[in-house]
């Protein structure tokens, strides 16, 4: 009855010419502020989401909305592309506590899959800070900032992820335990690996450097010391003779992060990184 109602009150008011005529559809908005204060929907059928797929809230196009009725969100639908030109790649993830607070973990990426009712986690990379214990939250500053990456993983018979891997400060754990974030130790060498076997490789001991060029003010004999993540140091490699003090050359030691220079039998330079395949490190008068 009411919607009857309604029917001759609009076509009387047409009649008469109270109702304007409806605009058409605007092609294009040019705006230099676009503000949605609670949904903003991309999709061809003008609805958020895909028909029959509401429950898995999987979007027809493009679906954001704000925190006005529960979480806020942005839901992307096939591809999702980015591109920039000179400028890398660059994701990031802030959190904060409510009350200011520093939050160690802010965020994560997880593959899931629908069942039961709900999405579930299969695989998880979640970056985070190191335990207080590890630093004290008053030795954090804007210099130092340190954290790692967790690998996790769902294992069958298990409702709680289990930590496979954690990679930081140079240094890694990898094996079973760990079921929810605990139980996996923090590495304290450069590789730890729990419940398995490990082949492990030594730094080879460096070939003896090049002399490029010396400045011919008297006799030096040079060596190399390849340095490991975790503080290790190999043998010196055999000496190099030089005229002077010289420009050292020598290629890249597998397994190395740093180097030291030796001369005449005592450290002069180092430990210190080198990028390239190549390293090239020039000794200097007072040096």
Do not use: C
């Not at 009857?4 to 058409?24: D, E, N, Y």
């Not at 005229?243 to 740093?258: H, K, N």
């Amino acid at each position: 009855m009411q919607d009857r109602l309604i029917t001759i009150v609009l076509s009387v008011a047409a009649t008469f010419g109270l109702l304007q005529a409806v605009p058409q559809q605007q092609k294009t908005l040019d705006v230099d502020r676009l503000i949605v204060r609670k949904e903003l929907i991309v999709s061809d059928t003008g609805q958020p989401w895909e028909e029959g797929y509401e429950q898995h809230q999987l979007p027809r196009g493009i679906y954001a909305r704000s925190l006005f009725d529960g979480p806020g969100g942005l839901w992307v639908r096939s591809r999702l592309i980015k591109g920039e030109i000179d400028d890398p790649f660059d994701d990031r993830f802030h959190a904060l506590e409510r009350d200011g607070s520093l939050r160690r973990a802010p965020g994560h990426i997880s593959w899931n899959v629908w069942l039961d009712g709900a999405w579930r986690q299969m695989a998880i990379i979640q970056g985070e800070g190191l335990e207080l214990s590890e630093v004290p939250r008053e030795q954090w500053s804007g210099q130092t900032h340190p954290g790692r990456i967790r690998f996790q993983t769902f294992r069958p018979g298990h409702g709680e992820p289990l930590t496979d891997a954690l990679i930081g400060q140079g240094m890694m754990s990898l094996g079973g335990g760990g079921y929810g974030g605990g139980g996996l130790p923090y590495a304290a060498d450069v590789l730890q690996l729990w419940g398995g076997k490990l082949h492990e490789a030594e730094i080879p001991t460096p070939a003896p450097p090049v002399v490029v060029k010396d400045d011919s003010t008297g006799e030096h004999r040079y060596a190399i010391v390849a340095v490991g993540v975790q503080g290790t140091r190999t043998a010196a490699s055999k000496p190099t003779r030089a005229a002077g003090l010289a420009t050292l050359r020598w290629d890249s030691v597998p397994g190395a992060d740093a180097y030291v220079v030796i001369r005449d039998g005592k450290p002069v330079a180092g430990p210190f990184r080198l990028e390239g395949s190549q390293k090239e490190w020039v000794d200097q008068p007072g040096g």
